[in-house]
């Protein structure tokens, strides 16, 4: 993991520079060769492959198909006309080694897919499940108690109902939209909080002692 001061930086998507393709293994291989952990979004296939990839759809491939009605070898037929491999969360980790991994929900997950989720994440030690859609995350703990859950919050959220939701005692951190970097009444909250996406170096600088998510190293 890679800290600053106080503070842990991880990379958003692995967006460790702006030539690199987002949600990519040559994107994580650099940042794990940079000893930093990164964020990166799940999906589930038809088949129930989790894979790491931000969209519903292929429409970054000119395709409007949804990822949840596609095999994986029909994604990968799409994508490699592009010359891009969208990769499978069990590829990720086996390239993870020691470094932490944020894993960002974006589809609503069925029981199996919670299921694949809990024995693809089996032995790791540094990792986070988190998700905008709380009921993702209060799901995956009825089927399993003690994971490392956070819960992601908009520049929309208002403070009360970031106060109110960090009290969850299944929530081990928050996720909150960088406007909420000086706001002081998150000190009331006992529970690391990290801010997304920080993308300009002067600001990162500016909160060192931050858990921050950041691009553009």
Not at 8 to 24: C, D, T
Not at 88 to 115: G, P, Q, R, W
Not at 192 to 205: G, H, N
């Amino acid at each position: 993991m890679r800290f600053n001061r106080q503070g842990h930086n991880i990379v958003h998507r692995g967006l460790a520079k702006k030539n690199f393709k987002e949600n990519s293994i040559k994107a994580f291989k650099f940042c794990f060769k940079k000893n930093y952990g990164i964020e990166t979004d799940l999906h589930t296939t038809l088949e129930n492959k989790i894979i790491c990839y931000h969209d519903f759809s292929l429409k970054q491939f000119n395709s409007k198909k949804l990822i949840k009605n596609l095999k994986y070898k029909d994604i990968n037929k799409i994508t490699s006309k592009y010359k891009m491999h969208i990769p499978t969360l069990d590829e990720v980790i086996k390239i993870s080694k020691k470094n932490y991994l944020m894993l960002e929900i974006k589809s609503k997950f069925t029981k199996e897919n919670f299921l694949n989720l809990i024995s693809s994440i089996k032995g790791l030690k540094y990792y986070s499940i988190t998700s905008f859609n709380e009921k993702n995350i209060s799901n995956i703990n009825k089927i399993k108690k003690n994971l490392n859950l956070g819960l992601v919050f908009s520049s929309t959220s208002s403070i009360k109902l970031i106060l109110q939701k960090s009290k969850l005692k299944y929530l081990k951190l928050l996720v909150l939209e960088k406007k909420f970097l000086t706001n002081k009444k998150l000190l009331k909250i006992k529970k690391p909080i990290y801010f997304y996406t920080i993308k300009d170096k002067k600001l990162r600088k500016k909160f060192l002692e931050k858990n921050l998510i950041i691009e553009n190293l």
